[in-house]
Structures are given as C-alpha cells and as structure tokens.
C-alpha cells in the first residue's frame, strides 16, 4: 500500500483533522523533552479510543508500516522519538484521556493511558485517596508512558515503581486485537503474569490503552526537612536510622550534593539551598502519617536528635509549612531543569546496592575528574532506592554539544564500567529507548538478552512496534 492509500485508511478510522501530515504540525512530536533526539515520521495519528488504536496497528501491519507510541513525550532515552527514516508513524495516546471508574471499596481506578499523571493524583485525592506516584514531569507526562517505562520516582521507597501500582491492563497488540486485561485484582496467579510483561516494554510489545492503578490512603500529616550530612556513609546511616524508627513512615530520602544544588542556584536563585556553609550533602526527607501531625513531627524530632547526637547529620531544617516543604521539594525537581538552560549533558541513570554507593562514587568521581579537569558531577537523586542521576556536564565554559560529541561514548564507558564492578544496573528508572540500546547485550548477558529478543520476535514478528528501541531483533 502506498503512503498515500494508508492515511487515507488512517484518516476514515480517525477522521482527518487527527492524523498529522503537515511538517509544522508533526515537529512537536517529533523532538524529545531533552532535544537529544530528533526523528521524521509520515504523520502523527491521534485515536481517541482503543477501537481506533487496534485499526490503526492493523492498517499499520499490513502496510508494514511501524508505529512509535508517544505519551507526554517526557522520557529520557528517545523512546518516542521515531528514527530519522521518516518511514514510521507517531501514535499519539493523548485523547484517550478518560477516566473509566472509580472504585473505592476495591481501592482502585481505572484509567486510559493519555491521562496526565498529575491530573490521576488530584481525582484520587478528590475521592480522599492517594495514587502515590510522583515525578517532576507529573504535569505533563501520561501513565501509559509511565506504565510503558515503569517511572520510578520520589515515592518508591515507600510505594514502589508504577509496576507496584498497577493491577490491570489494556493493551492493543502488534497484530491488532485488543488484550481486555483490566481486572483490579490484588491475587491472579492464571499463568503467565502478560501484565508485567508489557509494563516496562517501552512500547516495544504493545499499546497500552488503560489501566487498573491501585490507590492507598491519603495521609494526614507529612513532614519534610532537609538535613546536610558529611559524607556518603553517614547519609546511608541515616537512611538506615529513619527506616529502622520510621519504617512505613518514610516516604521520601532524596540526596543532592553541593555541585548539583550549585547549578540549581545558578539557574533558579530563588532556590538556593536553606542550609548555610554549603554542605557536601544534602538530603530531603518526608514522613507521612495517617495518625496525627503531633505524632509524625514528634517522631522527626527524635529521629533527627539521634542523627545529630551520632554525627550523622551537622545541620537540619523542618519546614514550617506546607510553602516551605514544598519550596523543599521544588529545589529538589529543579536541578533537571538547572541542567535542561546549562545546555547539553550526559545523563546516567543508575542504581547501586547501598553497600557498594560509597565505593563507586569516590572511584567513579576520581576517574572522571582525573580525565577531565573541572567537569561537574552533577548527582542526585532518589538515595533510598540506591538510584542516582550521576550526570556530567563539561567545565564551564566549555561548549555543551562540542564535548558531548567528543566524550559521550568514553564517560558513558567509564561510568558504566564502575557500575558493572559494583554491581548496579545502566537504568535505574528511564528504561532504554535508543539511549542505552548499544550497552545493554553486555550489561543484561546474552542469556537475559536472547530471551528478551524471542519475546519480542513472538510478541511481534513482523517488528511493528517501536522497533529499533530497547532490543535489536
Ligand atoms: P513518553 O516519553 O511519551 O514515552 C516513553 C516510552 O514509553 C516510549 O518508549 C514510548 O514509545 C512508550 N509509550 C508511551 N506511551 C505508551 C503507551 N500508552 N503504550 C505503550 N508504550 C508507550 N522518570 C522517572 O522514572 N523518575 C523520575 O523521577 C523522573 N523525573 C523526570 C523529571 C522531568 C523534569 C522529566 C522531563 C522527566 C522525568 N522522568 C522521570 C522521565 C519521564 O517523565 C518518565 O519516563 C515518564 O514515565 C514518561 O512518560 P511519558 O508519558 O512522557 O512517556
Ligand atoms: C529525577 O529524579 C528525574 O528528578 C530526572 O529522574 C533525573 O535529570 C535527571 O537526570
Ligand atoms: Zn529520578
């Protein structure tokens, strides 16, 4: 079928004013979040149903045309950027938007997959629950890309990883039929788990339609504060202290260090850190409660004197109301967007047993600054999952996009080897798109590797879906 024959299939199932064709109106789907990737596509397509999903993928197929699922288009490793062959087409999730059912005595929600993540938190909390995942792009990224990378987040140690959230799936397949796997089932042992088969595929396997998320209780209290610690080691004892006397309780541990809050300054001077003389390391934690504000603040308090009186932490501050402990949090997202106006940078996104956190950044820091004089680490990140965002930027006044060029691939190799030596993994949270394609036979072995190609051969033969992210076939 010609190009021309399939939009014009494409346009009877969705109506013409829903599949993009012009160049300036395909361009914003087209660029990532970051501008580190750019691709072509045909068109964009926009359904409004999982009806017109599934025609659209059996147009596709037959045409043996591929399709790129793009939600809020806000992920990290050009998962929903199409290649720049111009040969496939964006299907867009955003107007399927609805949401289907809520049901409080289940605990659950059921939503369509184009619904903004922010938008899910605030019906929950309209109905006096809480959906506890939380991201800095919750106002514009989508859970069908949540779920398609399974976002990680600022609750996860407490909630767990969107694969934690869900208890059912709709999905369309790569030939075109419609999985109705939208059961709020806490127990279905039936065989193969297919849910948490497509959660985490990157739109490789299938579309993701809707979804059955879980919702807990919203809590009553929350306290915030930020504590400055000395050094790495202090700072796990300290989460270790919270989690031993806090338990449950801790629902947030999130570590920057002075290079990062630094940049952030630069960039946001409203936010610079509360914390005086500049600490190595800063770290914000929140507890949250559903017994009273008395009881969870009373709680902080002693938690913090011990980590004071031990040597854990040399300075604290406790947000005095929720203005504050959200101008906490809003430093805390901002780094992101510190490094988004500095210009380019090397993102790596990684997790590492606790034990070993030490080890790899005093190592990993030393190599890198070794080889590069003044470059700046710019790490952070959510320390109670052992996950940092250990980014690089060039030394000031060095231009962005000239040493990424340069030196993209050996600092990926040299951070990747240290996370090797010590037993982490090269994604943490934001999956592996085109971004981490090329490293991951090596990192995953060929074993976890070939088993990951035969699914997606069997899932889908003729490579229709986002083909060319995530593994080779
Ligand atoms: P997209 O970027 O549109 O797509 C991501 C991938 O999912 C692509 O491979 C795409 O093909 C696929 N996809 C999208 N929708 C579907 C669907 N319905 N069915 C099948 N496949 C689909 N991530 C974290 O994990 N933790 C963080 O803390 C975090 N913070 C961030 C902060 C900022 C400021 C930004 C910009 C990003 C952050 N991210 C974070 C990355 C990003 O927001 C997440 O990866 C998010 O889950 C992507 O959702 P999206 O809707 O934007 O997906
Ligand atoms: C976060 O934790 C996100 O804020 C973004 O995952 C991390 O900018 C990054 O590398
Ligand atoms: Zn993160």
Excluded at 64 to 90: M, R
Excluded at 232 to 258: C, D, K, V, W, Y
Excluded at 261 to 290: R, W, Y
Aim: hydrophobic share 40%.
């Amino acid at each position: 079928m010609t190009t021309e024959l399939l939009i014009d299939e494409l346009k009877h199932i969705i109506g013409s004013e829903f599949v993009l064709t012009a160049e300036e109106d395909k361009s914003p789907f087209l660029t990532d979040w970051r501008k580190r990737f750019t691709g072509k596509a045909r068109a964009v397509v926009l359904p409004s149903n999982a009806d017109q999903v599934a025609a659209i993928v059996k147009a596709c197929a037959k045409s043996n045309v591929p399709i790129v699922p793009q939600g809020g288009n806000t992920g990290f490793c050009g998962g929903a950027t199409p290649h720049g062959s111009g040969t496939e087409i964006v299907l867009s999730l955003k107007r399927l938007s609805r949401v289907r059912d809520i049901d409080t005595a289940n605990q659950t929600m059921t939503v369509e997959a184009g619904c903004i993540l922010q938008s899910i938190q605030e019906k929950a909390a309209e109905h006096g629950y809480l959906f506890p995942l939380s991201l800095g792009a919750e106002g514009s990224c989508m859970i069908g890309g949540n779920l398609a990378t399974n976002a990680g987040g600022t609750n996860v140690l407490r909630y767990g990883n969107t694969r934690d959230l869900c208890l059912g799936l709709e999905v369309v397949t790569a030939q075109g039929e419609i999985w109705h796997g939208l059961k709020g089932l806490r127990k279905d042992n039936t065989g193969y788990d297919l849910r948490d088969l497509f959660i985490g595929s990157e739109g490789t396997l299938g579309i993701i339609t809707a979804a059955v998320l879980k919702l807990y209780p919203l809590p009553v209290a929350q306290w915030t504060t930020l504590v400055a610690t000395p050094d790495i080691p202090s700072t796990i004892a300290l989460l270790n202290l919270f989690q031993q006397r806090a338990a449950s309780l801790l629902t947030g541990f999130e570590m920057m260090t002075q290079e990062s809050l630094d940049l952030c300054a630069k960039h946001f001077p409203q936010m610079a850190n509360p914390l005086q003389g500049k600490p190595p390391f800063t770290v914000l934690i929140e507890l949250s409660d559903h017994e009273s504000e008395d009881h969870v603040r009373q709680l902080l308090e002693r938690i913090l004197e011990t980590a004071l009186e031990e040597g854990l932490v040399s300075d604290a501050i406790i947000a005095s109301n929720l203005t504050q402990a959200n101008a906490f949090w809003q430093m805390r997202e901002h780094i992101t967007l510190a490094q988004a106006q500095e210009g380019a940078n090397l993102k790596h996104d990684i997790t590492i047993p606790l034990s070993g956190l030490d080890s790899f950044m005093q190592k990993t820091d030393a190599l890198m600054r070794q080889r590069y004089p003044g470059i700046r680490i710019i790490n952070f990140g959510h320390l109670g999952d052992g996950n940092l965002h250990y980014n690089i930027a060039p030394p000031e006044g060095v231009d962005p996009l000239a040493f990424n060029q340069a030196e993209e691939v050996p600092i990926h190799e040299l951070v990747y080897e240290q996370v090797e030596l010590h037993g982490g993994s090269i994604s943490a949270e934001h999956g592996v798109g085109q971004l981490k394609l090329s490293g991951l036979r090596a990192h995953r072995g060929a074993v976890a590797h070939d088993l990951m190609k035969s699914l997606k051969r069997a899932l889908d033969p003729n490579n229709i879906l986002n083909p060319n992210k995530v593994v080779l076939i």
